[in-house]
């Protein structure tokens, strides 16, 4: 959302680093500089945010989150780029981010549009709110939904975690929260082709472009879905 850049030295964080060097647990400060990305170089560390109230948060905290347990495996711009071409939202549509990480799945769909996020980890949300998204919902998508069954979205974009059948979990209750004519579209591991995923009845669905080693740490291949509600 945000296009400026920050230079970390220029916001006078001595004491937060300083704490955050202190208490970081198993990670180097660089690491969980990097984790909130930040491009490093010896001298400071530039991001496209203001990082000041995520790095008390992380500081106050005392380590990021495990990657692997939360799932987090940030969508890159060319996912965000096809996501926004199937979509296509603009003024006037409502989008909703089931488990919106940083932002990543975000980064090409326009700033008129009106964006909520929710996501399971504390730092994660600091860091949506820091790149300007005004309504960020900190907590499990599955319960926020299950709660809030009558909201309805014109878009819905999501990467959700793919382990122990969440992608299918998350993928029905994401799909329940379309309007009428809605869109939606999903980021999927392969092995979900075959699968009888929503309700023909109730839904359109057509498979997408495949995209290998979008992710770091990982080679998993994925594919998009696209689903329109009758």
Not at 29 to 49: N, Q, T
Not at 136 to 148: A, H, P, R
Request: net charge negative; aromatic share 8%; hydrophobic share 40%.
């Amino acid at each position: 959302v945000l296009s400026r850049t920050f230079i970390l030295s220029q916001y006078g964080m001595h004491e937060t680093l300083t704490l955050l060097a202190e208490n970081a647990g198993k990670n180097t400060v660089a690491d969980v500089l990097r984790f909130m990305g930040a491009k490093l170089d010896r001298h400071s560390a530039e991001f496209d945010f203001d990082p000041s109230e995520p790095l008390r948060h992380v500081a106050r905290l005392g380590d990021v989150p495990d990657v692997v347990s939360h799932q987090f495996y940030p969508s890159s711009h060319a996912l965000s780029e096809y996501v926004d071409s199937l979509l296509s939202p603009g003024e006037g549509d409502t989008l909703l981010e089931p488990s919106a990480g940083q932002g990543g799945l975000l980064q090409a769909i326009s700033p008129t549009v009106d964006i909520t996020c929710v996501e399971l980890d504390a730092l994660n949300s600091e860091i949506l709110r820091a790149r300007g998204y005004q309504e960020v919902i900190e907590g499990d998508f599955l319960t926020w939904s299950q709660k809030n069954a009558t909201r309805k979205f014109s878009c819905v974009a999501l990467n959700p975690p793919f382990a122990d059948r969440r992608a299918q979990l998350h993928l029905a209750a994401a799909a329940s929260h379309l309007a009428s004519g809605g869109r939606l579209a999903a980021v999927l591991p392969l092995s979900l082709e075959k699968q009888d995923l929503l309700p023909a009845d109730s839904f359109f669905m057509q498979w997408g472009e495949v995209f290998h080693k979008q992710f770091a740490d990982t080679a998993i291949s994925v594919r998009v879905l696209y689903v329109e509600r009758h």
